[in-house]
């Protein structure tokens, strides 16, 4: 059945600002790290997709890489859009990026003008696309020069291949040389994507104060604690979650009793507000004034629906945000 949009997906979702720009992005954004590689159900990555975008989402998170196999989730992607979207382009926040290893040899990883500019031409044609809005350098790479990967960068937006550009795990002093970069070029820098969440606070030692004084938008990836900041792991690991999939990134043995003991008593906390502990998670990243969106991952349409309720409950006494505290750093 054809999709229609509904009518009402922009009357409750939050948009923000990225930092300077008159961009606006959704508070809660969609990545599509895991689940939407050829190894998953289509039919379940298009029903998200969708739901998403029904719940008033309209910033979806790619990157060269993402699958498995790598580049497949742009291709799926492509096809969602194609056979649900045509119609709604202008209203969707696309972004890609290119950092990590995409293709043998020297030229298919980290930061090279050779690497970035055949990336990006390949994701456009992965996708079906003319343009991403977003394009990312994923990560910072010491060897290449960095007026070469923001020369690169910059050229890419000048060719229409990308309307902004954004910058990806580099920390504050390496940030901070790429924007002058950036900005004596004449492509100012969009925004960061940092890893941000309860268990990874790296950020608030410098990164946010050089985003605001930089008016560079931040969107904080791995929210949840890749499942972790969630009730999913609360009674033992389900069989369909990510640690028993045993992901290079998440494995069964991170979800140590000390961990459960943790979530377990930031859960209290949600429950006193009325909130799961997922919500609570995405409400206390989005604290942060600087925050542009917390960009989540999902496996089912209903834990999409159940992030996107955390917009219902944003605000925190001091109380709640000291007990918070007191359990992330005691425990
Ligand atoms: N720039 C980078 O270097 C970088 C690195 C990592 C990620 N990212 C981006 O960030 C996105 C999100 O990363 P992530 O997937 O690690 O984020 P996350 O939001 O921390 O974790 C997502 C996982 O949490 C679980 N979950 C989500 N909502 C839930 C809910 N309401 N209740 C219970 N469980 C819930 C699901 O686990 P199950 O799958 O087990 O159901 C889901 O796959 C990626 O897709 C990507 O776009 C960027």
Excluded at 8 to 14: A, C, I, L, N, V
Excluded at 95 to 107: E, I, L
Aim: aromatic share 10%.
């Amino acid at each position: 059945m054809t999709y229609v949009a509904r009518k009402e997906r922009y009357d409750t979702m939050k948009y923000n600002y990225c930092g300077n720009s008159g961009l606006k992005i959704s508070a809660i954004s969609l990545g599509l790290w895991h689940n939407f590689g050829d190894a998953n159900s289509h039919e379940n990555s298009r029903t998200m997709i969708r739901r998403a975008f029904d719940l008033g989402i309209t910033h979806f998170d790619l990157a060269n890489n993402y699958g498995p196999p790598p580049g497949s989730a742009e291709v799926n992607f492509g096809r969602i859009l194609r056979d649900d979207f045509k119609g709604y382009r202008d209203e969707i926040v696309i972004s890609t990026k290119a950092g990590y290893r995409m293709w043998p040899g020297p030229y298919g990883d980290f930061a090279s003008k050779k690497y970035l500019v055949a990336s990006i031409d390949q994701s456009l044609k992965r996708m079906g696309l003319d343009y991403v809005d977003i394009f990312y350098h994923h990560r910072p790479d010491e060897m290449t020069p960095l007026e070469e990967t923001m020369g690169a960068l910059d050229g890419i937006v000048r060719q229409g291949k990308a309307l902004y550009i954004g910058l990806s795990n580099y920390k504050p002093d390496q940030a901070k040389k790429a924007f002058a970069i950036l900005t004596a070029l004449g492509t100012p820098c969009l925004i960061h994507q940092p890893r941000y969440s309860m268990l990874d606070r790296w950020i608030e030692d410098g990164l946010l104060t050089l985003l605001e004084d930089a008016g560079v938008g931040c969107i904080a990836f791995s929210p949840l604690g890749k499942g972790m900041l969630t009730n999913r792991y609360l009674y033992g690991v389900p069989e369909d979650s990510r640690a028993a999939s045993q992901s290079t990134f998440l494995k069964s043995e991170d979800i140590t009793e000390n961990l459960i003991l943790k979530v377990a008593m930031l859960n209290k906390i949600a429950e006193q507000r009325k909130q799961s502990m997922a919500q609570l998670a995405l409400a206390w990243v989005l604290r942060n004034k600087q925050m542009t969106s917390v960009l989540i991952g999902a496996s089912k349409v209903s834990q999409i629906d159940d992030c996107v309720g955390a917009l219902q409950r944003l605000d925190f006494t001091v109380e709640e945000l000291d007990a918070i505290d007191r359990i992330l750093e005691n425990h």
